[in-house]
Each structure stands twice: as structure tokens, then as C-alpha cells.
Nanobody
Framework: DVQLVESGGGSVQTGGSLRLSCAAS????????MGWFRRVPGLEREGDAR????????YYADSVKGRFTISQDNAKNTLYLQMNSLKPEDSATYSC???????????????WGQGTQVTVS
């Protein structure tokens, strides 16, 4: 089974940057996509960015487009999220997820890390 462990969260001032990492262990042939998601207490989890692990194709939510960059290092089995120009509304717990395939793109995400807290003030 795939296991995911995030790191890199912290506190930063508005306009600052952080880089989140997600170390993946285990292998699943069902993993087609990896993604970063945020969760704020009382609200549903939101997807910020996704990457198809084979093609490297990416997707970004409008709210983070141009500010966040998702990338992967297959040799290190690590997923990254570079977050620039951070805003207070970006404060959340960020989790990485592993998902399957639906057609030519990402399907449902079924494996999650424990999350890392990002606070922007």
C-alpha cells in the first residue's frame, strides 16, 4: 500500500513562500495521479493542484494558478508543492493524496497523508 508523509509546513508572512514535500512509500499500480489538497476546519477539502505521474500533466485550481507549482521527483518518490505569494486565505492543513485514473485524467483520490499546517499572517 502507498503511504504518504508530508513536511514543510509552517508560519510565513503574507507574500512569503513555502515548499511542501510529500514522501511516498510503497507502490501501487493503481496510482495515476498525485495531488495537493487543503482543508480548513468546518469546510470541505479543496484540491489545489494535481499531477499525472506518468505524463507530468498538471492541473491547478484558479485560486492558486500562477502562485503554486506542483512537481515530482520520481527518483526520490517525492511530490512537491512550491507556494509563492502566499495569502492569509491560504492558511490551512495541506495534505497530499494519491489517486487512480478516470479516462485520460485523475480519478478518485483514496490515499492521504496526515497533513502539514500552513499559516499565513
Amino acid at each position: 500500500d502507498v503511504q504518504l508523509v508530508e513536511s514543510g509546513g509552517g508560519s510565513v508572512q503574507t507574500g512569503g513562500s513555502l515548499r511542501l514535500s510529500c514522501a511516498a512509500s510503497g507502490y501501487s499500480s493503481n496510482t495515476f495521479c498525485m495531488g495537493w489538497f487543503r482543508r480548513v476546519p468546518g469546510l470541505e477539502r479543496e484540491g489545489d493542484a494535481r499531477i499525472a505521474t506518468g505524463s507530468g500533466n498538471t492541473y491547478y485550481a484558479d485560486s492558486v494558478k500562477g502562485r503554486f507549482t506542483i512537481s515530482q521527483d520520481n527518483a526520490k518518490n517525492t511530490l512537491y508543492l512550491q507556494m509563492n505569494s502566499l495569502k492569509p486565505e491560504d492558511s490551512a492543513t495541506y495534505s497530499c493524496g494519491a489517486g487512480g485514473r478516470r479516462g485520460s485524467w485523475c480519478g478518485a483520490f483514496s490515499v492521504w497523508g496526515q497533513g502539514t499546517q500552513v499559516t499565513v499572517s
